[in-house]
């Protein structure tokens, strides 16, 4: 299937050879609100950092579309955050997005590109069964970045993939203060135990930075023996390795930018508050 390509305006290129401006964001990108379960841990790294945090709502939800689609938006949207805020790092916080576009960004965008990828890894030593649950979009768990991470790490074990995206609007819905149907955690669920092995699943991949805003649902529908693993984490670990030593000018200009009607949207100010972000300006 056709991926698209993106094209590189010369200005995006990241400034090399000279001092690295404090107030440089990091640029922390996803479809919709996913991503603040990365800017959490990001904040416990490097509370000085100044952040832009962009939700792509007006395409929520990635997962729906093909990799086409995904590909062409992902890259023009970076192309253009990039060429008007000049980060001095961009993070793609979306699972689908990166399983897909995050090898072009990286080969036009001269910043330092972070992407998410399932923690099949990390799953795979967790394991006492040899049974892995994956939770994702249904555009994620068919990509073959999903066979080559399942070939390395998690050989000789089963893993069992389900496709949950009714996850991603529960997430975006208590995110902002509301109760999702508890139907919505069943059916996810039965979408792992129902395959086979899926009794023996001791260990569930969420597979989408929306996912872990869901664990006390999910761990109540799965019970007390499984246990859950993101790779939020780790890429905040990278994202402190690769700006280490790097000055910070503080956080007093972080923003959001959000695609569509966003910008006076009451509840979704209230949901980015607690990550200290107090304003939504449109792109």
């Known amino acids: 299937m056709s991926r698209g390509h993106c094209a590189s305006p010369a200005s995006t290129a990241h400034k090399t050879g000279t001092a690295l401006d404090p107030n440089a964001p990091i640029l922390i990108f996803d479809s919709g609100v996913g991503g603040l379960t990365v800017l959490a841990e990001v904040r416990k790294l490097l509370p000085e950092a100044p952040v832009i945090y962009v939700a792509d709502r007006a395409a929520l939800p990635y997962g729906d579309k093909t990799e086409a689609e995904i590909a062409a938006r992902v890259c023009g949207l970076l192309g253009r955050l990039a060429e008007r805020y000049h980060p001095r790092l961009i993070c793609i916080a979306c699972n689908t997005a990166s399983t897909i576009a995050l090898g072009m960004v990286r080969e036009v965008l001269e910043v330092p590109v ?42 000789g074990k089963r893993l069992i993939r389900h496709a949950a995206p009714e996850l991603v609007a529960a997430a975006e819905l208590k995110l902002r203060g509301g109760t999702p149907d508890p139907a919505v955690f069943a059916r996810a669920v039965a979408g792992l135990r129902e395959q086979q092995d899926g009794d023996k699943i001791d260990v569930v991949v969420l597979a989408c930075t929306h996912f872990p805003l869901l664990t006390p649902e999910l761990s109540a529908e799965f019970g007390a023996n499984v246990q859950f693993i993101d790779g939020a984490q780790g890429i905040a670990r990278r994202i402190a390795y690769l700006t280490q030593g790097q000055p910070f000018g503080g956080t007093d200009q972080d923003q959001a930018i959000a695609t569509g009607d966003e910008r006076d949207n009451p509840a979704l100010l209230a949901a980015l508050r607690p990550y200290g972000i107090h304003r939504i300006q449109p792109l």
Do not use: N, S, W
Request: charged letters at 20%.
């Open 114 to 155: 972070v992407g998410t990828v399932p923690a099949i890894k990390p799953a795979a030593a967790m394991t006492k069964t040899g049974v892995i649950g994956l939770l994702g979009t249904k555009a994620t768990i068919r990509q073959a970045y999903v066979d080559k991470l399942e070939a390395e790490f998690a050989a």
